[in-house]
């Protein structure tokens, strides 16, 4: 049974940094896509980033490009998102998201496992 945990999540000034983790059990497939995700109040669920865990198919939303860069270390099962440049715009909850289904990374639907999120504020 997939288990993800995130972690990492404060309340950060605009321009600040903060480094995201989710820690990751019972993932057996190389094909697993690792995604983060994050929702903001009255807003939808957005694609961050993603990758395969086994490397390579890494994306990002146009709006964290250059900003954030997701990575992994298999040997510790663990997902990371490092968050530089934060805005205010950034404020939400993150979400760490794991799938074996095809089709568009953004696509929230197609990850059948989740962690409880965490909480991501940034202020101007």
């Known amino acids: 049974q997939v288990q993800l945990v995130e972690s990492g999540g404060a309340s950060v000034q605009a321009g600040g940094s903060l480094r995201l983790s989710c820690a990751a059990s019972g993932i057996a497939y190389s094909e697993t896509y690792m995604a983060w995700f994050r929702q903001a109040p009255g807003k939808e669920r957005e694609g961050v980033a993603g990758?395969?865990?086994?490397?390579?198919?890494?994306r990002y939303a146009d709006s964290v490009k250059g900003r954030f860069t997701i990575s992994r270390d298999n040997a510790k099962n663990t997902l990371y998102l490092q968050m530089n440049s934060l805005k205010p715009e950034d404020t939400a909850m993150y979400y760490c998201a794991a799938s074996l289904s095809g089709g568009t990374w953004t696509d929230w639907r197609k990850y059948n496992n989740w962690g409880q999120g965490t909480q991501v504020t940034v202020s101007s």
């Open positions: 990758t395969y865990i086994s490397g390579g198919g890494t």
